[in-house]
């Protein structure tokens, strides 16, 4: 299948910060939130430090390696149901390494005109999803950081991505919190919400701390690196969720939002789905 005319966006502007949690193409020393990620999956883009932490977790609790095909699949169900209500533009923050069934599959076998956009800091996933998912029609990956929202916006409009007058759905899986609290959660989902039209979706995992205390201290293991995480409360979840309508049963482990008999975790993982209202 040839390439969208709009793939050349895959030519990505700096996202302006420069820390110690951004992953580096060569640093092999540190922790990464997405090889961490994919190794609970069960994939191949890790290495050992990574594996190390996914062993450390699943020692305390073996159950998070169903915890985060629970959160994924959390993440696909929302996509099916923005298509489903008629949107055809989506935007994945903090995709991760490609995973089949991704969202453009998802989108795209609703309506095969959806438009897909792909968005992660890290530049080794960036290369991934260029390679592997942007040469379909539609698709498209994009280098950027979301504590930079207003790069990543700047980046959809000037390649003329997405209709901004038009509904959009953002999917948020397991990325707010490797947000801290000083780089600014709820101006983040701001910057974006405040240029989402009505009917728009936004969909969002994020880590509680209603965990289990044991699995809140081996994650302080992560601190300095980009797998550093801010785990919150419900409250503060949904807090960052403001403007917009709070879909039924709300801010809730997301295991309560695909079936009613799936086991809970002693890692909590919140999701939740919101609709920006008319």
């Excluded at 509904?167 to 600014?184: C, K, R, S, W």
């Excluded at 509680?208 to 409360?233: K, N």
Aim: aromatic share 6%; charged share 20%.
């Amino acid at each position: 299948m040839n390439r969208d005319p709009t793939s050349n966006a895959n030519a990505t502007t700096s996202v302006g910060i420069s820390d110690n949690r951004t992953p580096q193409p060569f640093e092999h020393g540190q922790l990464n939130s997405a090889r961490v990620y994919d190794y609970l999956l069960g994939g191949k883009d890790n290495r050992e430090i990574d594996r190390d932490m996914g062993d450390e977790l699943l020692s305390r609790a073996p159950e998070i390696k169903s915890l985060v095909w629970f959160a994924r699949g959390f993440g696909l169900k929302a996509v099916e149901m923005a298509a489903g209500d008629g949107i055809r533009q989506f935007i994945d923050l903090g995709s991760g390494f490609p995973r089949s069934p991704n969202v453009h599959e998802v989108a795209q076998g609703i309506e095969p005109s959806a438009r897909v956009v792909y968005v992660d800091y890290d530049p080794v996933v960036h290369t991934h999803c260029d390679a592997l998912l942007a040469k379909r029609h539609g698709v498209t990956a994009l280098l950027g950081d979301i504590r930079n929202p207003h790069d990543i916006l700047d980046q959809l409009k000037n390649h003329a991505l997405f209709d901004f007058s038009e509904p959009v759905a953002i999917t948020l899986v397991g990325v707010l919190h490797y947000v801290m609290d000083t780089e600014d959660p709820a101006g983040i989902i701001a910057a974006f919400r405040d240029q989402m039209a009505p009917g728009s979706y936004l969909a969002l995992t994020h880590g509680s701390l209603d965990s289990s205390p044991e699995i809140l201290e081996v994650l302080t293991g992560t601190d300095g690196t980009s797998a550093q995480v801010t785990f919150r409360t419900a409250a503060q979840t949904e807090a960052l969720m403001a403007g917009f309508e709070l879909l039924e049963p709300g801010v809730v482990p997301v295991q309560e939002l695909l079936r009613p008999d799936l086991p809970s975790t002693r890692m909590v993982m919140l999701g939740g789905i919101g609709r920006k209202g008319k």
